[in-house]
């Protein structure tokens, strides 16, 4: 099983909301991503989370809070967003951070911020 | 960082070799280099990675200059369902970073 999945598909949320995107894999991976991509744009990366420890903050603002419950769950949880935080929100696993290992995407929540 | 150089799009007819080109100037000796995919709105998909060596799995092949200063990846016969965005990406430290890649349409 190389998959990784996403809830929700999609989202519209407004300014004042809160929620949560979710993330799981069951591929025994310890590092776990979190990128945004807008349109047209490549995906950048926001958080990244080694044996369940947060290792990477790429400057992301507050209103978005990276959580990894267990070694098979990342959340990302979103308050007081803007609508310029609209994007398509990717995550991924790999077996570790470090060395050769490819990362495997899930299919990405579609945001809409209003 | 080391960064890529892609060209921002190439055209291909179906059931030809694809050549993706990817310049990699800066890299370091122990940085691979990745290749990714993104269909339309859909996650990236890993497609093969390398050090040194050529290397080829059952997706494309990827070739390695000798000075490890570009790469390509050659995609044995296109079909249309491999247009996409595709990715070079030479690892920084141990995380990717994604640069504009080459939007491949594969014609009929």
């Known amino acids: 099983d190389t998959e990784v999945t996403q809830t929700p598909k999609h989202l519209v949320m407004g300014m004042t909301n809160k929620k949560s995107l979710k993330c799981e894999q069951h591929m025994g991976h310890r590092a776990m991503y979190w990128y945004k991509q807008k349109a047209k744009k490549p995906p950048e990366l926001m958080f990244v989370?080694?044996?369940?420890?947060?290792?990477i903050n790429e400057s992301v603002p507050s209103r978005f809070s990276p959580e990894c419950p267990n070694s098979s769950l990342l959340n990302l949880h979103l308050h007081a967003l803007q609508p310029e935080d609209s994007a398509l929100y990717l995550c991924a696993s790999s077996q570790d951070r470090g060395g050769a290992h490819e990362q495997y995407f899930g299919p990405g929540t579609r945001l809409t911020v209003t | 960082d080391a960064k890529t150089t892609q060209p921002p799009s190439m055209d291909c007819a179906e059931g030809r070799a694809a050549n993706l080109p990817c310049n990699h100037s800066t890299i370091s000796g122990n940085e691979y280099v990745y290749w990714y995919r993104q269909i339309h709105s859909q996650g990236p998909q890993y497609i093969i990675h390398?050090?040194?060596n050529n290397e080829t799995n059952e997706m494309a092949s990827l070739i390695i200059t000798e000075d490890r200063k570009s790469s390509t990846l050659i995609l044995p016969h296109a079909t249309l369902r491999d247009t996409a965005v595709y990715y070079c990406i030479v690892r920084v430290a141990y995380d990717m970073r994604f640069g504009a890649g080459t939007r491949l349409t594969v014609k009929p």
């Open positions: 390398g050090l040194k």
């Open positions: 989370y080694s044996y369940e420890k947060l290792s």
